[in-house]
């Protein structure tokens, strides 16, 4: 989920995705459209029987139910070929009012609190902290990171890697994609350290694993398809 335009992987199919905006734009970025029809108002306004049901509630009905265990189980071959398939849910609110708070949670996580439990264990005979990433990497158990030679992160919660993004978890996701990574072809250098704000990548972790947790929860809680 994101309020910004997305990355369409110009350079990288390897990792692509499918993106289904609430706006649609053309080439030159005017002529903004609402990518949720008029029939598709219509149709649930009828399900339903609810007038007041808006696109802005069908936008977060979808989301919510994307994320339900059982949808996911069931259309797992069309998501990963075709476009999904939307049900009429008994509880169509229960999914829009999931939807919403899985949806803020998502597109404000740099404003979530972080994870309150994150442990900074210092490396032995290390005179000073060095926030500076090269490439991170789990512990066996995936309760530690090994962040660099100056410290570890402990106390990686088990449940924060429930929450999936396509084959992996958001943390493992974010483990990574922020290293230091090098063009073969370009020697373009992709480096996600911040030089005005040296702990970004420590503090970005403690935020995943915090909408990871919420998330879950959130998921627990879902409607019945």
Not at 75 to 94: C, M, S, T, V
Not at 181 to 187: A, H, Q, T, Y
């Amino acid at each position: 989920m994101t309020n910004l335009i997305s990355d369409l992987h110009t350079l990288a199919s390897s990792d692509s995705f499918q993106c289904f905006p609430f706006y649609t734009y053309d080439e030159d970025g005017t002529n903004r459209q609402e990518n949720i029809t008029d029939w598709a108002l219509t149709e649930f306004r009828n399900h339903y029987n609810d007038d007041t049901i808006s696109k802005w509630d069908i936008f977060h009905y979808t989301y919510g139910l994307l994320h339900h265990p059982d949808y996911r189980e069931k259309y797992q071959a069309n998501l990963k070929r075709d476009l999904p398939h939307i049900p009429f849910a008994e509880d169509f609110w229960g999914f829009v009012n999931a939807g919403k708070a899985l949806a803020n949670l998502h597109v404000n996580y740099e404003s979530v609190p972080k994870y309150e439990r994150l442990q900074l264990v210092e490396t032995p005979n290390t005179q000073r902290i060095d926030w500076q990433v090269e490439k991170m990497r789990f512990s066996k158990d995936k309760t530690q990171i090994y962040y660099n030679d100056y410290f570890t992160l402990a106390g990686i919660p088990t449940e924060a890697f429930a929450y999936q993004l396509g084959t992996r978890s958001a943390l493992e996701w974010v483990i990574d994609q922020y290293r230091v990574k090098v063009d073969k072809r370009s020697g373009i250098v992709n480096d996600p350290n911040r030089a005005d704000q040296p702990q970004y990548i420590v503090d970005l972790i403690g935020r995943v694993i915090a909408v990871s947790l919420q998330t879950v929860e959130i998921v627990k809680d879902l409607p019945s398809l």
